[in-house]
T-cell receptor, first 109, second 113 residues
Framework: KNEVEQSPQNLTAQEGEFITINCSYSVGISALHWLQQHPGGGIVSLFMLSSGKKKHGRLIATINIQEKHSSLHITASHPRDSAVYICAAQQGGSEKLVFGKGTKLTVNP | SAVISQKPSRDICQRGTSLTIQCQVDSQVTMMFWYRQQPGQSLTLIATANQGSEATYESGFVIDKFPISRPNLTFSTLTVSNMSPEDSSIYLC??????????FGPGTRLLVL
């Protein structure tokens, strides 16, 4: 079993829909990262959070430390949001990241 | 924040040859990380490269196959040696800056024939 599990693996939505991607982890963490990977391969860091909730534009990330679960929400989704979203757990006392397999999001116009 | 560039962005190589990937950061950073992402898989850490010391390799990765240089605080190279088709992957470098999030390079897409 992977230490970081994401669901769903693939997600197709219509423009404007509210999107939720889930991440569960089994390791002790100091932080949880959400990353965005576009088809070219480059990765952009969206959030790093260790508690509560963060918001940036239409993106919201939440984490529940007790339940070892995090969610990434996209409000008013747009075709340009189409990408692979990756959850990564930063293990306590380390800079190392353990990655989920990613969620491929396709937003259709 | 940190801006990272990688060269080359992509390459097609013949088996048995070696490729060196460069990673340049626009600020001085202590730790740089090299990752591999095989097709359809999640990222896997190859090694951590600190300036002035030998790179630390993760289980399953060895220096003979993936030699790393870290000559200064803004630059690192990863060499993929004696390549085989199984080495076809995206290779990414990343840095941690200011104790905040990790920043990733654009990646090098490698295809080995």
């Amino acid at each position: 079993k992977n230490e970081v599990e994401q669901s769903p693996q693939n997600l197709t939505a219509q423009e404007g829909e509210f999107i939720t991607i889930n991440c569960s982890y089994s390791v002790g963490i100091s932080a949880l990262h959400w990353l965005q990977q576009h088809p070219g391969g480059g990765i952009v860091s969206l959030f790093m959070l260790s508690s509560g909730k963060k918001k940036h534009g239409r993106l919201i990330a939440t984490i529940n430390i007790q339940e070892k679960h995090s969610s990434l929400h996209i409000t008013a989704s747009h075709p340009r949001d189409s990408a692979v979203y990756i959850c990564a757990a930063q293990q306590g006392g380390s800079e190392k990241l353990v990655f989920g397999k990613g969620t491929k999001l396709t937003v259709n116009p | 924040s940190a801006v990272i560039s990688q060269k080359p962005s992509r390459d097609i190589c013949q088996r048995g040859t070696s490729l060196t990937i460069q990673c340049q950061v626009d600020s001085q950073v202590t730790m740089m990380f090299w990752y591999r992402q095989q097709p359809g898989q999640s990222l896997t850490l190859i090694a951590t490269a600190n300036q002035g010391s030998e790179a630390t390799y993760e289980s399953g990765f060895v220096i003979d196959k993936f030699p790393i240089s870290r000559p200064n605080l803004t630059f690192s190279t990863l060499t993929v040696s004696n390549m085989s088709p199984e080495d076809s992957s995206i290779y990414l470098c990343s840095v941690e800056s200011g104790g905040e999030t990790q920043y990733f390079g654009p990646g090098t897409r490698l295809l080995v024939l």
